[in-house]
């Protein structure tokens, strides 16, 4: 089986720009989840989506959306950059809800000038 | 502060010998997971244990969990050079594990 794959790998936006990231889950797998990691804040989590739905929601401004569409691939937009928004973006997939293990993608390396 | 809190925030150790990393929470949880990360590059799942379970193993690692102190426990036996990375636990936020918090990590350095 393929693993969760993350596009693009890197990426260089400027102050005020917008982005959007890309995450194809595990085949099968119907959860999508976000996490940005920073060195001063660590892993954060941002964002659920569960068949096309966003189920939960993390402590962050309306700047940063996303969507999931019907074959579970989901998308992040990150909308009026920030210096503070350069990270590496992770997605993680997983098969259900409940007590299941979450395999994450390789990441997204953003980095706003 | 993060639920899932580990240390020593950084260990370093000789080829051979075991590693242990902590970690503690502040929630009740119905189960804890271990994650490995290579620099700057994607998480890998290690162990998943549940509140009912005190102890688990994986080849060369073995979990613990005591839910009355809130805490968990890493070893990694024989550590390896390729051992070299960050730990981190994770526990639920909201009830299911599509929800994780993090804590800070542990970043461990096998010598060879």
């Known amino acids: 089986k393929a693993g969760v794959t993350q596009t693009p790998r890197y990426l260089i936006k400027t102050r005020g720009q917008q982005v959007t990231l890309s995450c194809s889950p595990i085949?099968?797998?119907?959860?999508v989840s976000w996490y940005q990691q920073t060195p001063g804040q660590g892993l954060q989590f941002l964002f659920e989506?569960?068949?096309?739905?966003?189920?939960n929601k993390g402590n962050f401004p309306g700047r940063f959306s996303g969507r999931q569409f019907s074959n579970s691939r989901s998308e992040m937009n990150v909308s009026t950059l920030e210096l503070g928004d350069s990270a590496l973006y992770l997605c993680?997939?997983?098969?259900?809800?409940?007590?299941?293990?979450?395999?994450f993608g390789p990441g997204t390396r953003l980095t706003v000038l | 502060s993060q639920q899932g809190e580990e240390d020593p925030q950084a260990l370093s150790i000789q080829e051979g010998e075991n590693a242990t990393m902590n970690c503690s929470y502040k929630?009740?949880?119905?189960?804890l997971q271990w994650y490995r990360q290579n620099s700057g590059r994607g998480l890998v799942h290690l162990i998943l244990?549940?509140?009912?379970?005190r102890e688990k193993h994986s080849g060369r690692l073995r979990v613990t969990l005591d839910t009355s102190k809130k805490s968990s426990s890493l070893l990694i036996t024989a550590s390896r050079a390729a051992d070299t990375a960050s730990y981190f636990c994770?526990?639920?936020?909201?009830?299911?594990?599509?929800?994780?918090?993090f804590g800070a990590g542990t970043r461990l350095t096998v010598k060879p």
């Open positions: 994770a526990t639920p936020r909201t009830g299911d594990n599509n929800d994780m918090r």
């Open positions: 929630t009740s949880i119905n189960n």
């Open positions: 085949s099968g797998h119907r959860s």
């Open positions: 993680a997939s997983s098969s259900g809800t409940g007590i299941h293990e979450q395999f």
């Open positions: 989506y569960f068949s096309e739905t966003q189920r």
């Open positions: 244990i549940r509140s009912n379970e």
